[in-house]
Nanobody, 125 residues
Framework: DVQLQASGGGLVEPGGTLRLSCAAS????????MSWFRQAPGKGPEWVSS????????IYAESVKGRFTISRDNTNKELYLQMNNLNPEDTAVYYC??????????????????WGPGTLVTVSS
């Protein structure tokens, strides 16, 4: 039973901080590149960040670069997204996905094998 359970969303004021988690089960987590996507109200899905199978430095959408940090724990099978200096444009449902696609195509949502339901982040005064 494959699951990717996102958590950690909530209401935060502009300039605030949230840390999202995605708990994986039912597949070999360490064999997959992992990514965060988001979907804002009335908008289509947007790629946010990706991290390779062994962790280390991630890659980021220009809109979040310098503010968000992606990481993973292969022992506990968890993916994380540290979000600092949030602004209202970050308001969206955030969800994670797993892929085996070549690194250069990780931004393409159609290559993802496993998905999970998202967690809502609302940035507002």
């Amino acid at each position: 039973d494959v699951q990717l359970q996102a958590s950690g969303g909530g209401l935060v004021e502009p300039g605030g901080t949230l840390r999202l988690s995605c708990a994986a089960s039912g597949f070999d987590f360490a064999d997959y590149t992992m990514s965060w996507f988001r979907q804002a109200p009335g908008k289509g899905p947007e790629w946010v960040s990706s991290i390779g199978k062994s962790g280390g430095a991630g890659i980021y959408a220009e809109s979040v670069k310098g503010r968000f940090t992606i990481s993973r724990d292969n022992t506990n099978k968890e993916l994380y997204l540290q979000m600092n200096n949030l602004n209202p444009e970050d308001t969206a449902v955030y969800y994670c996905g797993a892929t085996t696609v070549v690194w250069g195509r990780v931004k393409e949502e159609n290559h993802y094998i496993h998905w999970g339901p998202g967690t809502l982040v609302t940035v507002s005064s």
